[in-house]
Every structure is written in C-alpha cells, then in structure tokens.
C-alpha cells in the first residue's frame, strides 16, 4: 500500500544523531550485553554494536543513477563511519532496492534527490501536543521508526517481516536495529512542532489532516540564525552530539545507562514505548522557545534564553544516549537469551 509520508528530510545532514551519537548508543550497549548476546551479535554482524550503529545511514549514500539503476555513491563528508562496511556495499545497495519503492518519499521525484522509502524508516513526525505514540496520529505511517524498528525486532525473534518491509536476513535486521534504537532518543526524530503563518503551534490531529504550509519536517525547516557554521537548523541541533563524548562512551555514560530500568512489558510494545517517552521528552526540547515564519517552509528559532536552552539540551542529551544504549542491549539481550 502506497502512503505519503509527511516528514521531508535532507539526505544525510538530517541524520538522527550524527555517526558519533550512533556509535555512542552503541558502544553503551555493547557493555551492557550477556555473553550469550554478545558472541551472537558477533557471529551475525562480524562487527560490534558501536561499529554496526552507523550503518543505516552509510545506506543513504546508495542514489538512483540516470539509468535507472542504484549505486553507493562515495561522499567524502559522510564516509568515515562507512569505512567498516566499503567492502559490501553490494549489501547496501541490495538493501536500499528492497526498500526503495515501497511507500512515496515526495522530495524524491527529481533524480537529484531521489531517497527511497528506507528514508522514512528513521522517524516519526508526531504533534509535540501529543502525550503519547500512537499509529492513529499524524505524522505516523506503516514505514515510520515505530514501525521499522518492530519489524526489525520481528525478523530477529524468527518471523516474517512484516510489509511494506524487506528485510532479508537477521545480520540486516540487527543492523537495521543498532540504528533505529538510537534515532528513536532524539527527540526531533519522533515529535515535530507544526506551525502557523504566526509561528504559533497548529495541531495536525484536530482534522487529522496536516496542511503542508505547517510543516516543519521534524525541524529541519526551523533555523537558528546564530549558527555560523555548518547546518543552522534546529534538528540538527539535536542531531549533535556532546563534543566531549567523542563515539566510545565514556564510563559515566556506561554507568548511567546501567542505572536504567529495564523494561518489562512485551518486546513487541517496546518500540512504541520508547517513542511515547521521547515525545515526552521533546516537550523539554521545545520548551522555551517560539517561531518566526521567514518564508515557505522556513521558521526561524528565537529562543527566551539561547545559554541555558543549548545548556538544558546538552544535558537531555547526554540522558537519551545513555537510554537508547540500555534500551538496545536490552532488546538484544531479551532476543538472543
Ligand atoms: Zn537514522
């Protein structure tokens, strides 16, 4: 079944958490696995979590050709993290055509920016109103980050993949996973504010209909205008991760993550769980903040007071990489027990 996906998102800038945050979660993870879950994520993967992390956005890089075939593109900017992984890109590749046509990625129709459906599988777009996840909201659909991430845990308890997915083995499920449990803590990657010609916060649910004037793409259409180097938008903002954190978790990250309750609901609730938290969580990312439309889909960002809200942010941040690297192991862990 064909759906439009609401959330437009830029090739790779737009990344949840960049490489490093990736490698983060995964990393905090990797110290939190049974030895049991460890040596079968290694039979799997060949590689740890912290290397795997990255992987989901290492396949944007595969691009339709003119003649209509798919290739990974090499890119300077992105490739650092990909290097793991330069001797398969055919697994890339064949991933990317297995889920390229599966829903319509709007932004896709040029050549130029033509992204596939597996784009969409990186976020939701729900209303910050919202106190929970729900699949009924807008700015969720059957390929959202909800639902990939439960097709992924699908195919690694030994099901079928639920459609529109294909995922063809458990290695690509568990990949696909090392990923998806980190974008699911970052809090523009599951909520999105939509807003009014006077900057104030519309509610898409009302009409369940959302009037694409109000997008804002997760934020990637919102811009701080203080930002003088690389991308001033305010999901990227969130995409960055603490400088001092480098991409191996330091002891206290490791630490906080193991002070984490684990859950204990069904595995199969789990995802939705998460977001549910993290569109909580995104109430803290928008607070204390209001919008300027500058122009079609652009929003500037004046925050009450800029220190203390980056301040704030480092600190959540800092709390939903250590969440996203217990959650992980504990997926992991309950699937290989
Ligand atoms: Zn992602």
Same mark, same amino acid.
């Given at each position: 079944?064909?759906?439009?996906?609401?959330?437009?998102?830029?090739?790779? !800038?737009?990344?949840?958490?960049?490489?490093?945050?990736?490698?983060?979660?995964?990393?905090?993870?990797?110290?939190?696995?049974?030895?049991?879950? &460890?040596?079968?994520?290694?039979?799997?993967?060949?590689?740890?979590?912290?290397?795997?992390?990255?992987?989901?956005?290492?396949?944007?890089?595969?691009?339709?050709?003119?003649?209509?075939?798919?290739?990974?593109?090499?890119?300077?900017?992105?490739?650092?993290?990909?290097?793991?992984?330069?001797?398969?890109?055919?697994?890339?590749?064949?991933?990317?055509?297995?889920?390229?046509? %599966?829903?319509?990625?709007?932004?896709?129709?040029?050549?130029?920016?033509?992204?596939?459906?597996?784009?969409?599988?990186?976020?939701? %777009?729900?209303?910050?109103? &919202?106190?929970?996840? %729900?699949?009924?909201?807008?700015?969720?659909?059957?390929?959202?980050?909800?639902?990939?991430?439960?097709?992924?845990?699908?195919?690694?308890?030994? +099901?079928?993949?639920?459609? !529109?997915?294909?995922? @063809?083995?458990?290695?690509?499920?568990?990949?696909?996973?090392?990923?998806?449990?980190?974008?699911?803590?970052?809090?523009?990657?599951?909520?999105?504010?939509?807003?009014?010609?006077?900057?104030?916060?519309?509610?898409?649910?009302?009409?369940?209909?959302?009037?694409?004037?109000?997008?804002?793409?997760?934020?990637?259409?919102?811009?701080?205008?203080?930002?003088?180097?690389?991308?001033?938008?305010?999901?990227?903002?969130?995409?960055?991760?603490?400088?001092?954190?480098?991409?191996?978790?330091?002891?206290?990250?490791?630490?906080?993550?193991?002070?984490?309750?684990?859950?204990?609901? +069904?595995?199969?609730?789990?995802?939705?769980?998460?977001?549910?938290?993290?569109?909580?969580?995104? @109430?803290?990312?928008?607070?204390?903040?209001?919008?300027?439309?500058?122009? !079609? &889909? @652009?929003?500037?960002?004046?925050?009450?007071?800029?220190?203390?809200?980056?301040?704030?942010?480092? @600190?959540?941040?800092?709390?939903?990489?250590?969440?996203?690297?217990? +959650?992980?192991?504990?997926?992991?862990? +309950?699937?290989?027990?």
């Amino acid at each position: 079944m064909l759906a439009i996906v609401v959330g437009l998102y830029l090739p790779n !800038p737009a990344s949840a958490w960049g490489p490093d945050g990736h490698r983060l979660v995964g990393s905090i993870a990797d110290q939190l696995l049974s030895p049991t879950a &460890r040596q079968q994520v290694k039979t799997l993967l060949g590689v740890d979590l912290r290397e795997a992390g990255p992987w989901l956005d290492c396949v944007k890089s595969v691009h339709r050709q003119a003649d209509g075939s798919l290739a990974y593109v090499e890119d300077p900017l992105y490739e650092p993290p990909c290097t793991p992984f330069a001797n398969d890109r055919a697994a890339m590749v064949d991933y990317a055509g297995r889920n390229w046509i %599966d829903c319509v990625y709007p932004e896709g129709a040029s050549a130029a920016s033509n992204l596939g459906c597996h784009n969409t599988y990186h976020f939701d %777009d729900i209303a910050s109103q &919202r106190d929970k996840f %729900d699949r009924n909201y807008a700015g969720s659909s059957e390929h959202d980050l909800v639902a990939a991430t439960n097709a992924a845990i699908a195919v690694l308890l030994g +099901r079928s993949t639920p459609p !529109p997915f294909n995922i @063809k083995e458990k290695k690509e499920a568990l990949m696909m996973l090392a990923h998806l449990v980190g974008d699911m803590t970052q809090p523009l990657h599951v909520a999105a504010p939509y807003l009014g010609p006077d900057g104030s916060l519309v509610d898409p649910d009302v009409t369940h209909t959302i009037d694409p004037s109000t997008e804002t793409a997760g934020g990637n259409w919102i811009h701080d205008p203080k930002v003088l180097k690389g991308s001033d938008a305010f999901h990227h903002a969130w995409d960055d991760t603490p400088d001092d954190l480098g991409d191996t978790a330091p002891q206290a990250l490791v630490d906080a993550a193991k002070a984490l309750p684990v859950d204990t609901d +069904r595995i199969e609730n789990w995802a939705a769980i998460w977001a549910t938290d993290t569109i909580e969580v995104s @109430k803290q990312a928008m607070a204390n903040v209001t919008y300027q439309k500058t122009g !079609p &889909r @652009k929003w500037t960002i004046i925050f009450s007071d800029r220190d203390t809200y980056l301040k704030d942010a480092d @600190k959540l941040k800092r709390q939903q990489l250590a969440k996203a690297g217990a +959650r992980l192991a504990a997926v992991v862990n +309950r699937i290989f027990q």
